[in-house]
């Protein structure tokens, strides 16, 4: 496998807006090393979920190309895995059988002791081996969500694509997802590229933070590499001098980018007040949560 596995060149896109056609995103490059999770962050509207929609080919870029595992990207196909905000499972199937449909895909000819087995092995790993028989509606969200991430991985796709997957969860379940996302990626290793609002979630989880210019005509701005030893816990990052180093950088660059409007709004003020989670007064004592933008 090339150590470039994903390798997003010269991307632009436009879409039709109130006051005419827009260029979103334009001349956006990243390349994506096999195995490497990657955080992508910047202002909420600069384009990241239409790159990560253009990565899973269900938008196409006006100019450009993405290459996965050296095949040109031209349409959705099983080699990208999905998770949104919501799990999206189908209800009315158990956890467990909504794992095996990922199990049967990537493994048709084990037995079916060896798939069941396979699909247990995830909720396992995602701490549900005990609620496998519940259907979705008898999970909460966070449940639900941990059932999506089990069924993303037992896909074994070549690139995990993330749309702020916990987004919508408080922030006490968020932090216990960010462990379980940690420990099925430190198991899997899966290649992932994940858009998150939280720089915290970022640091903690990525190798490396890529950072986006506000849109239109957003792209890379400036990319982080995120040099914490793993396995990372959130205590040992909030002790560390090199995580507060890395705070920073990101926040000046959004806050460098707000400015970049006319000035910002309340909005805007707000925003990045929610991707800080501490005050740099308080920084020692933060806690990496997960609180929603
Ligand atoms: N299918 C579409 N048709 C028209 N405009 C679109 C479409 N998809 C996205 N856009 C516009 O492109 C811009 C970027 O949207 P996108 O959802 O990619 O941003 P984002 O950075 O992911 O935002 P957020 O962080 O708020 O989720 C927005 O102005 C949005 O309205």
């Known amino acids: ?102 199990v049967e895909q990537v493994m048709p000819s084990a037995t079916r002791a060896q798939q069941r087995a396979s699909a247990m092995h995830y909720l396992e790993l995602v701490g549900l081996d005990d609620a496998a028989a519940r259907k979705p509606a008898e999970l909460s969200m966070g449940m639900r969500q941990r059932v999506g991430l089990a069924r993303a991985f037992a896909c074994r796709p070549d690139v995990l694509l993330l749309d702020e997957p916990f987004g919508m ?36 989880l990525s190798d490396r933070v890529v950072m986006m210019t506000s849109g239109p005509h957003a792209h890379v701005g400036e990319i982080l590499e995120v040099a914490l030893e793993r396995p990372r816990n959130r205590r040992m990052l909030v002790e560390d001098a090199r995580f507060d180093a890395m705070r920073e950088r990101v926040i000046g660059f959004l806050e460098e980018r707000a400015g970049h409007h006319a000035a910002p709004t309340d909005e805007e003020r707000d925003e990045l007040e929610s991707l800080s989670l501490a005050e740099p007064s308080s920084k020692a004592e933060a806690t990496i949560s997960g609180s929603a933008p």
């Open 169 to 204: 969860l408080d922030s006490i379940t968020r932090m216990e997802l960010q462990d379980v996302l940690l420990s099925l990626w430190s198991e899997h290793r899966i290649t992932a590229l994940m858009v998150t609002h939280d720089v915290d979630e970022a640091l903690l």
């Open 1 to 102: 496998m090339s150590a470039r596995h994903l390798v997003l060149s010269g991307i632009a896109k436009s879409f039709d807006g109130p006051s005419g056609r827009q260029r979103v995103v334009d001349g956006f490059d990243l390349e994506v090393e096999a195995r490497e999770l990657v955080a992508l962050i910047g202002h909420s509207g600069c384009g990241k979920s239409t790159v990560l929609s253009m990565v899973a080919g269900l938008t196409k870029p006006d100019v450009g190309s993405i290459v996965l595992g050296g095949r040109a990207v031209k349409d959705p196909g099983p080699d990208r895995g999905m998770v949104f905000q919501s799990a999206c499972l189908l209800p009315w199937m158990t956890a467990l059988q909504n794992v095996l449909l990922a």
